[in-house]
């Protein structure tokens, strides 16, 4: 079965690990624990199911922090910091509607780096909630290699914050990416702007979908770090999806920085409305020719409700 290679963030410079592995962090192996005897009338409690959704939580003083953080500045030193080689054939600028809910989400890796991914704003009760790629968030199979200072800017194009920017309050990705590295896919919580008013009020939010069968055609979006864009401008490819290695795949040739990004069914041009079915997660090479995503079921729902109630 060939490997996948997960979508290379702009500041990674260690060679594509294949996903679902963790090279380069603590092997997985054995681990010492403590043994606690129990009586032999006595019966074990039996263990509590390990909740799917794991959260991280960032401070008021951390979020305050991320948004004096995240300058124009900043913003754009990061993108000439890394060029991942030319725009494919395969991606081209989206022309059309202003996709108000599709923006850059900045970030400080576990490494230390400054780097950014691509994420949705989308409909929720807390009418707060983004989706985006659990790499986005941690390193898989590394519960502590977790990422800080993250910002939403929706709409982000050429250098123009035209709704602002949101801090990130709360992160959650699936326990099964926290500790094995399965199912890429994470959603966050993010706090009101500066002026009181939250996300979907001031961006509107994306319809999302589990349980959906693969096929059908898919626009998947993303701020790839290829040339001449260098993630000032949004990407998009067109395609249909297909079943692949137990996720699926839609031919695209976006590479880092477009990790998180939408993947939509039932898309109109004209509106820029379409349904969230998945988000950027891997490539098939190094130099791609497709972009692969999750099957979002039970559990990617269960992190989509949980960052609702955040």
Not at 83 to 92: E, Q, S, Y
Not at 143 to 163: E, I, L, R
Not at 178 to 188: F, P
Request: hydrophobic share 40%.
């Amino acid at each position: 079965m060939p490997e996948k290679t997960p979508v290379r963030k702009p500041s990674d410079s260690a060679p594509l690990r294949p996903r679902g592995r963790t090279a380069g962090l603590v092997a997985a192996g054995t681990a010492l624990s403590l043994a606690v005897p129990v009586a032999a009338y006595a019966a074990a409690a039996p263990a509590a199911p390990a909740d799917p959704a794991s959260a991280l939580t960032y401070t008021p003083a951390e979020r305050a922090d991320a948004l004096a953080y995240w300058t124009p500045a900043r913003i754009k030193s990061v993108g000439r910091s890394v060029d991942l080689g030319p725009t494919g054939p395969r991606a081209h600028p989206w022309r059309g509607s202003a996709l108000k809910t599709v923006g850059r989400l900045f970030f400080v890796n576990s490494r230390g780096a400054d780097t950014w991914c691509t994420a949705t704003a989308v409909t929720g009760s807390n009418r707060s909630a983004v989706m985006t790629a659990a790499h986005c968030v941690r390193r898989g199979s590394s519960p502590y290699n977790t990422n800080s200072t993250m910002v939403f800017v929706p709409g982000y194009s050429k250098g123009v914050q035209p709704y602002g920017a949101f801090a990130v309050r709360t992160a959650v990705t699936p326990r099964s990416w926290e500790t094995d590295s399965v199912n890429d896919m994470a959603a966050l919580a993010v706090d009101a702007r500066v002026d009181g008013r939250r996300l979907t009020d001031v961006v509107g939010g994306q319809a999302v979908a589990f349980g959906r069968p693969v096929g059908g055609s898919v626009s998947s979006f993303g701020y790839s770090a290829t040339r001449p864009q260098l993630g000032e401008e949004l990407l998009r490819c067109v395609g249909t999806a297909k079943a692949k290695d137990g996720a699926q795949a839609v031919p695209c040739d976006m590479t880092g920085g477009a990790s998180g990004g939408p993947w939509f069914a039932d898309f109109d041009v004209r509106t820029g409305r379409g349904v969230l079915i998945s988000v950027n997660s891997a490539l098939d090479a190094l130099t791609p020719t497709e972009m692969q995503g999750e099957v979002w079921g039970a559990t990617a729902r269960q992190v989509y409700e949980r960052a609702q109630r955040a």
